[in-house]
């Protein structure tokens, strides 16, 4: 059978050596003035410069390569943003200078067969008045 003895640890059972204060001072029970924010003068700084600090967390080799990359985007998007540009210009230009004349012709053409529609309408309509009126006087009574 086995005894278990408890062996007391001397260096943890000795007083520790420590600043002697008094205790009044370690109270936190007041308002602290390390806590108080309106009191922060760290807040001075901006954002751009908090960004520019972290740098020296990024290394080298990655920033190099996160640079190219958005130096390569930014060419794209720009290259692409001017053609996009260029294009819409000769698009619009070319529907007004070849557009709006083709529509004017068209309406003004819609227009003259109208017109021509309304004549004929109109001739048919004075026919029959006159045609009716022509086949009263020579016909014969019938008995």
């Not at 806590?35 to 080298?60: F, G, H, N, T, W």
């Amino acid at each position: 059978m086995v005894k278990l003895e408890e062996v007391p640890d001397e260096e943890y059972e000795k007083q520790q050596n420590g600043p002697q204060e008094d205790e009044d001072e370690w109270d936190t029970d007041d308002d602290s003035e390390v806590s108080d924010v309106d009191d922060d003068d760290s807040l001075d700084e901006s954002l751009l410069d908090r960004v520019y600090a972290l740098k020296d967390i990024v290394p080298p080799t990655y920033r190099k390569n996160l640079s190219s990359a958005a130096s390569t985007g930014y060419s794209w998007v720009s290259r692409g943003l001017g053609f996009s540009g260029k294009t819409l210009w000769v698009v619009s230009t070319s529907a007004l200078l070849l557009g709006v004349p083709w529509a004017l012709a068209f309406s003004e053409e819609q227009q003259v067969l109208e017109m021509e529609r309304e004549m004929r309408m109109q001739q048919g309509a004075n026919e029959l008045l006159t045609g009716a009126g022509q086949g009263q006087t020579g016909a014969k009574p019938a008995l």
